[in-house]
């Protein structure tokens, strides 16, 4: 069974720091592109970090020198570590795996669809000015 959890999200004021966590299930998990998406209220979602099958990430221009995703094998573990927040990150943050796409592709190609790869049910991240 394939499953994606995420834990970590909360409410922090602009200039905090959060760190997310996604446990996978070893399926979803070996041999996989993984990225976190996240998806505003009355917006679609976009991808805001991935990293390759190689450990390479890329990350949306807009989290970029912010955001870290990084990967803990031992752990099935993707991480993504979120510091000087903006009330413009607020959103539900979802992990996904084995992505039809490119880490490059996930964070620069716009909206995406849920149709591939597999999800979990998101986290949410409130950040107040």
């Known amino acids: 069974q394939v499953q994606l959890v995420e834990s970590g999200g909360g409410s922090v004021q602009a200039g905090g720091s959060l760190s997310l966590s996604c446990a996978a299930s070893?399926?979803?998990?070996?041999?996989?592109?993984m990225a976190w998406i996240r998806q505003a209220p009355g917006k679609e979602r976009e991808g805001v970090a991935a990293i390759d099958t190689d450990g390479s990430a890329s990350y949306a221009d807009s989290v970029k020198g912010r955001f870290t995703i990084s990967q803990d094998n031992a752990k099935n573990t993707l991480y993504l570590q979120m510091t000087n927040l903006k009330p413009e990150d607020t959103a539900m943050y979802y992990c996904?795996?084995?992505?039809?796409?490119?880490?490059?592709?996930?964070?620069?190609?716009?909206?995406?669809?849920?149709?591939?790869?597999?999800w979990g049910q998101g986290t949410q991240v409130t950040v107040s000015s």
């Open positions: 070893p399926y979803a998990y070996s041999n996989s592109i």
């Open positions: 996904a795996a084995d992505l039809p796409w490119s880490a490059r592709d996930i964070v620069t190609m716009g909206p995406l669809t849920t149709d591939f790869g597999y």
